[in-house]
């Protein structure tokens, strides 16, 4: 079976997104590549500042592993044969229009054009928790809702305009936290480890889920990799990863 080669081109929310993605992948023997160039809140005007500059200012992250590699846009991108290529508004931007262009248009015109052969995507970045003590949080006047609202119009009218494909991660983990086991105020936990970052399991889990659907059209609902974390000593639950699988089976299908 060919390998599929998968480049985030992002920042903490894509190395959430990655994290898992080539295990999630290989339980379901598909195989996958997957990089992603990783810079600390990174916005889409400044990754395209880093294309005109010529930066290697990015963290290179090979199939959920961190290296101490520096590299640029240009130089990953004429590696290897990338079959999708990924990015993101920096969540803190992500529920303002004015903050994607012109630089949506400029990165899906470069990108196109440098690698062809690639399917452009946008993550759908998500929410904020309610208790976010992030800096930003408080243009949604700190409310979820209003965040997800802002945020997910956004995307989609993003990826209308230039024929991106979207991965909905945002939707994911709102429909997630529905669930009572995902409630803290009803004796569940959150799915984020800091107020906006993915839980290291889970969170991570839920993403990782979400783009092996939304690319792969994975059966997802069936994945058996149980997901370890060597940043905690935390063992996953299997009864929330269940949970986790039919959200994302679900919105991947609708998709």
Same mark, same amino acid.
């Given at each position: 079976?060919?390998?599929? &080669?998968?480049?985030?081109?992002? &920042? ?21 590549? #997957? ?21 290697? @200012? ?6 959920? #592993?961190?290296?101490? =590699? ?26 303002? %229009? ?5 630089? +949506?248009?400029?990165? @899906? ?5 440098? +690698?062809?052969?690639? =399917? ?15 800096? +930003? ?8 809702? !209003? ?5 997910? /119009? ?5 990826? !209308? ?50 783009? @092996? ?6 059966? #997802?609902? !069936?994945?058996?990799?149980? %997901?370890?974390?060597? !940043? ?9 990863? +269940?949970?986790? =699988?039919?959200?994302? /089976? ?6």
């Amino acid at each position: 079976m060919k390998t599929t &080669n998968i480049l985030a081109i992002g &920042n903490s929310f894509s190395r959430d997104a990655t994290a898992y993605l080539h295990s999630v992948c290989k339980s379901m023997g598909i195989p996958v590549h #997957v990089v992603n160039l990783y810079i600390g809140g990174c916005s889409l005007e400044r990754h395209w500042s880093n294309i005109e500059r010529g930066e290697r @200012a990015y963290q290179y992250q090979e199939n959920g #592993v961190v290296t101490d =590699r520096y590299a640029g846009i240009a130089e990953i991108l004429h590696s290897r044969p990338w079959d999708f290529i990924v990015t993101q508004q920096a969540s803190h931007d992500s529920g303002w %229009p004015d903050t994607y262009e012109p630089f +949506a248009g400029l990165l @899906a015109d470069y990108l196109r054009r440098e +690698a062809p052969q690639a =399917r452009i995507c946008l993550q759908q970045t998500w929410a904020y928790e309610p208790d976010s003590d992030h800096s +930003a949080f408080i243009r949604y006047h700190r409310d979820q809702q !209003e965040m997800y609202e802002r945020s997910r /119009a956004c995307y989609r009218a993003i990826a !209308e305009k230039y024929q991106l494909l979207l991965i909905p991660c945002g939707d994911v983990i709102q429909n997630i936290r529905k669930h009572p086991e995902f409630r803290p105020a009803e004796g569940g936990i959150t799915i984020c480890r800091d107020g906006f970052h993915m839980h290291f399991l889970y969170g991570r889990y839920a993403l990782a889920c979400t783009w @092996a659907g939304t690319l792969l059209h994975a059966p #997802v609902g !069936e994945c058996p990799y149980i %997901p370890e974390c060597c !940043e905690t000593d935390e063992t996953a639950d299997r009864k929330l990863l +269940a949970v986790i =699988r039919e959200e994302a /089976a679900v919105l991947c299908k609708e998709g």
